[in-house]
Each structure stands twice: as C-alpha cells, then as structure tokens.
C-alpha cells in the first residue's frame, strides 16, 4: 500500500522540486502555519517547486498548491523526526503530541498521525504494538502522568485496525491503554478485531475470561459482540453459559449480553424464551451485584417481550434505594423508543409513588414525563402530581418543583398552558397543602423569567408590553365549572394568601369569572381582594394592568364590571386619602432629610471602598465610570461636539403601600387568607 503516492511520484520525477517541498513541508510543521515565509535563497531554491505548480507564492508568503501533496510531505517529515528519536521514548511521546496538536491546530488531516505509524511498520518494520506497550508502561510509572501527552494513543487506536499485528501481542497493551483516558476506545476494537474471523473471536474471548484483571476480564463482553455479528448462536450459548460462572463479573458480562442480543428470528425467540428463564431464575435470588446489570437488561427486552416488561414495572416498586435509582436511568435511556408503551408508563407510575428520590433521579424523571406528554399527557400530570404531594417545600431544603422539573413545567407552559392551568386549579381546589404550595411554585418560577424586551423601547412601552407578552396562568375554566361556588371561593382565598407577585395575582383572581354560571358572590369576592389588598398595596402596577384588560378583545362583561367597580372603589380611597392633611409630626424638615441621605450616601462610599480592598475578585476586574444626565459631549480642538442624547438608565419597582401603613396587618394577611380558610 503506497500511502504517500504524491511524495514518490515528485520524488521520482522531480529531484529538485521534491527538495523544496521537503523544506516547505519542514517549515509548515515548525512554524504551524499554513503559510510560510520565503526563505533565503541560499538557504534553499523554491523555484522548481514553484515553476511545476506545487507550490504557490503569494504577498512574501509560500504554500502548497495541493492539500493531498501537502499531506504526504508533512507525513514523510514527520515520519524522519520519528524514527531519529525512536530510541528515546520521551522524545517519541513529545513528537506525537505534536503531530496531534498540529493537525488540530491547523485543522489538517488528522490522518498524518495514522499516516506515521503504518509507515514505520510497513516500511521501516518496526514494532509499533511493542513500542506503545513499553511508552503506556512508563507514563503510567510517572508520579503524576501528563494527560496532555496520551495522544499517541488515540494516534494508536485509529491506526490499530491497518496495521499487521499478532493477536497475542494486544493482551497487554489493551490492559495498559484502559487505564488512560483514551481507554474507551478498546471497546470498540475488540469488537471490531473480533468480527473478522472465529479464529480472532475466540482467540479474545477464550484469553479475557481467565484474565485476571477486572478491566480485561470486562473486554469478553466486546468479544461476544464481534462474535454475534457472523455466529449469533454461538455467541448466546457462550453468554448462556457464562450466566453459570461462580464469578461475579462473569455472570454480569453473560446477563448484559442477553439482554442486548437481537432476538429478531423465529429461532431467535426460543432463545428469547431461554435468556428469560435464565433471568427469572437470578430474580428469585436478590443479589445487588448482579441485580443491576439483571434490570438493566429488563430494560432492554422490554419492547421485545411482554414478560420482561411485567418485571420490569415489578421492580419499579422495590424500596431499594439502589434498584430505584438504576430504574430510573434506565427510563431516561428508553424515553425516546418506549415513551408509548404501556409498560414505560406503568413503570414511571409506579417509580414515583415511593416518595423518595435524589436530584438525579428527578432529572431522569423530568426527562421522561416530558416525552410521556406529547402521548399521554394525562399520564404525566399524574406522575407530576405525586412527585408534588412528597415535594419537601420547607425553605432552603432543596430547588423548587418546577426548577428540578424545568424541562415538563416548560413544555406545559409552553405548548401545553390549558392543560397547566387546568392543573393548577384542580391544586387549589384541593383541601392538601403540598398541591396549594406546588402551585405557588410553578406560578412564581414562570413570573421570574424574564420577557423578551426590545431594546428601543422606552420604560413605559417596556412596561405595558411586558405584561402583553407574558402568557398568563389562569384558571381553567372547564375545571371551574366542575367545581361548586363555595370551592370557588376557597380557590380565591388560597390564591390571595399563596401568591404574592402582583404580576400574578390579577389575572389568576379574573379568570375565576369565566365559570359557565355566574356567581354574584365570587365577583364580590375578587372586587374586595382587589380594594383591599391588591390595589389598595400596587396602585399603580395593578391598577395599569386591569386598565389594560378593559381594553383586550375577549374581555367578558363580567370582568368589565368588576375590574371597574374596583377601580372605582380604588380611586375614591386614594382620592379621600390625597385629602387628609399631613401631621407635622411626621413631615421632617428639608434640612433633616438632606442630612439624613447625605450620611447614606457616605456610608454606601465606604462600604464600597472597603469591599473593594479587601476583594480579589474587585482588584482584578477594571473599574468603568458612567456617565449620567441628558446628553454628552467631547472636546476637539477647543470647540464641543454637538451633544449626543443619551440613552434612559433607570430602574422602577413599586413597593407594597399597605406595609407603610399597616405593616403588622399586611403581614398577617396572606397568612389569615389560607389558613382561615381551609377545610
């Protein structure tokens, strides 16, 4: 095989330009650059590389024409520096970490590294499987082996599969590489060596299940795999008969390869039938070490056998904590084939309803509950509901429900908001806190994220479109209409003690109105939440988003009144309240209030100051002035330049009011609207 066909043909036909290739291939290596500086010309003569069109000069710079030409002249160059240092292993190790990084880094091919190594052997006979042993063995003895430097290894394993090795000579360069970070890649070629003929087959096969060491021992499993593609009955009777090894890794390699095996032929399935018993008789016998890879591979027949899929939502009830979370992994890895399937959802049903589960198992479950909604959403409100009635809400225990379930509460909300708000309601309505607190969640995880906003629009454009573009959850009205007045009315109460965002609580309390029969008592209700709490402490904020209502298209008439009679209500408050004179007693003078925010401002100074010396963070970021007022302007020449109007730079919020004037009142509220209402 002539591998370099460029670099022979030049070198035959063109003595003199295949000398300035020579250099032009050495100078793009050292300088790892695509283009090189023209050199002297003493140094060397381009010219007949240049005239034959192989090399291109342009802008004091030289290259090569061809890519493929490039290619074979780097590898040849390569190939010298490797065989002048092959005596001196760190110096090998160093050039092949070069070649790596340069290929990389230059983004040529990264097969010079492959290129070099079957050259050495085919050419130069050398023994590259020897070689790579004896290098494995010395950085492993380092003290602190350099990771960076484990790139001769996957140089190794791409050119493995070319190269004219004896089988015996892998054993222990296969065992050295698996302790490095390139080990992976073993697997695969084993399996792939062993597919080529029974004879390579068995060769690893028989030689890995009496190693010794665990990692090697592993490697039998890739060996039936390459085994199974030309004789899959030997290779199931091989697995079989492992399953009986009093060895423990012996028996999980037999067990996993069973539950990966294809099964897809009529003879097939009798063997089918015989891994099954096999495995029935290992579940009778509860043995954790084997009982991982044993449901692991469950998981695995489950959409090729009805039996292995009845155990495997067995196991989904076992109280191990172990089993449970091995479960759970298993669900994640099958969400995307099995979401449909009877079985997946039996099994998640019954996984959720032991209330236990660590922060990874829930983002497993998050990831399959998601799947299950775009087929059965039903299913997955169920799951989400018992996850909720065991959620620990007490504070600064563990992330909210909807931040751990991110992916299922975003894809609700996102696709699916009338089934949310259908869930939200049926939570309210129920007499159990952990829903009520649920749903304080969700509804406050989806008002803290942000809305898109256009950077040109101004603060009050800003504001209104804010709450234009924030989808809203609202009550469901289909679930309203199952529910009776007084449950309503509970509803209403839970929502004004849970919710405390003022972003929130409008639209929700509205929403209650859409029931089919009206009700004169809940429209009373949600004008007196209004007044009294909600616009009685957001005046404004409120106040703007119920005038904006009033101006929506599918505004029903009985919102209309009740966001007006609230107005109303509101306005003559506000209005008699303007009206009341002002006790001298708590109107400080000018001078006491200048004083009093002048020693503010010294104080923020000198907590700034110190928090800027005594921080590493603050002594290394720079420290960039604003400019503040209406516009700017620069001097040039001893004229200004006209002024540039600068851009609005503030920040709004509205604080509570009722805090102000009855603060120990509008402490106790939320907290007398839940509790003094729930039966």
């Known amino acids: 095989m002539n591998l ?26 050292e300088q790892s650059e695509e283009t090189v500086p023209i050199p002297a010309i003493d140094e060397v003569d381009l010219n007949p590389g240049i005239k034959l069109g192989y090399i291109i000069s342009n802008e004091g710079k030289i290259g090569f024409s061809n890519p493929e030409v490039r290619d074979d002249y780097l590898v040849r160059h390569t190939v010298d520096l490797v065989l002048a240092a092959w005596d001196e292993p760190e110096k090998v190790i160093g050039l092949f970490h070069a070649i790596y990084s340069f290929s990389i880094r230059i983004k040529f091919s990264s097969q010079i590294g492959v290129d070099v190594l079957l050259l050495l052997e085919g050419e130069y006979q050398k023994d590259i499987v020897g070689r790579i042993t004896e290098l494995t063995r010395l950085e492993l003895l380092r003290e602190k082996p350099d990771r960076s430097r484990e790139d001769i290894y996957d140089i190794f394993c791409d050119a493995l599969p070319r190269l004219e090795i004896k089988l015996e000579s892998l054993v222990e360069v296969f065992e050295l590489i698996l302790q490095t970070k390139t080990g992976y890649r073993i697997y695969s070629i084993v399996e792939n060596l062993a597919s080529r003929s029974q004879s390579n087959a068995d060769f690893f096969y028989n030689n890995f299940i009496v190693a010794q060491e665990p990692r090697i021992v592993s490697l039998a499993f890739y060996a039936l795999r390459g085994l199974a593609k030309f004789n899959p009955d030997e290779a199931h009777r091989r697995a ?7 060895q423990s890794i012996l028996r999980q390699i037999g067990i996993a390869f069973l539950g990966e095996f294809s099964y897809e032929t009529s003879k097939q399935s009798d063997q089918l039938q015989a891994t099954l018993d096999k495995f029935n008789s290992f579940k009778e016998k509860f043995n954790v070490e084997t009982d991982l890879v044993l449901l692991q591979a469950y998981g695995n027949l489950a959409n090729k056998s009805d039996e292995a899929a009845a155990i495997l939502v067995e196991f989904a009830s076992s109280k191990n904590h172990v089993v449970r979370e091995q479960l759970g992994n298993i669900l994640f890895q099958k969400a995307s084939e099995a979401y449909s399937c009877s079985w997946y959802k039996e099994a998640l049903l019954h996984l959720v309803q032991i209330l236990s589960f660590s922060t990874e198992m829930l983002h497993s479950l998050d990831y399959c509950i998601n799947y299950c909604l775009k087929n059965e959403p039903n299913t997955a409100i169920q799951i989400v509901e018992f996850i909720a009635l065991g959620w620990d809400y007490s504070s600064g225990k563990q992330a909210s429900l909807p931040k751990i379930l991110d992916r299922t509460f975003i894809e609700l909300h996102n696709n699916h908001l009338n089934v949310l708000n259908g869930i939200i309601t049926r939570w ?21 994220i942000p809305v898109h906003e256009s950077d040109d629009d101004t603060t009050k454009l800003v504001h209104k479109k804010t709450a234009k573009n924030r989808r809203s959850i609202t009550l469901n009205k289909e679930v309203l209409d199952t529910l009776d007045e007084q449950t309503v009315i509970w509803v209403l109460y839970r929502l004004a003690g849970y919710i405390t965002d003022i972003a929130s609580l409008p639209p929700l309390l509205l929403s209650a109105l859409n029931r089919e029969i009206y009700s004169p008592n809940i429209a009373s209700l949600i004008v007196e939440f209004f007044t009294e709490y909600v616009l009685y402490n957001h005046p404004h904020d409120a ?51 200048y004083l009093l925010q002048l020693a503010k401002w010294k104080q923020e100074d000198l907590i700034r100051e110190k928090a800027e010396q005594s921080s590493v963070f603050a002594s290394i970021l720079p420290t960039v002035k604003l400019k503040y007022g209406r516009a700017i302007a620069s001097e040039r020449d001893g004229d200004f330049t006209e002024p540039s109007q600068m851009a609005t730079f503030s920040y709004e919020a509205e604080f509570p009011q009722g805090e102000f004037i009855n603060p120990l009142g509008q402490f106790r509220m939320p907290g007398w609207f839940h509790t003094n209402r729930e039966k």
């Open 4 to 29: 370099t066909p460029h670099w022979q043909q030049i070198r035959q036909s063109h003595a003199e330009a295949h000398a300035s290739l020579q250099w032009a291939a050495g100078a793009i290596y």
């Open 240 to 246: 079989l008969v492992l399953t009986n090894s009093e």
């Open 428 to 448: 309210f309505a129920s007499q159990n806190k952990q829903l009520h607190f649920a749903g304080s969640d969700v509804i406050r995880f989806f008002n803290s």
């Open 543 to 593: 106040g703007n988003y119920l005038k904006s209502r009033m101006k929506d298209d599918d505004v029903t008439e009985a919102e209309l009144n009740v966001i007006q009679e609230s107005l109303n209500r509101s306005e003559a408050y506000f209005d008699a309240r303007q009206k009341l004179p002002y006790l001298k007693e708590l109107k400080p003078s000018s001078q006491r209030t």
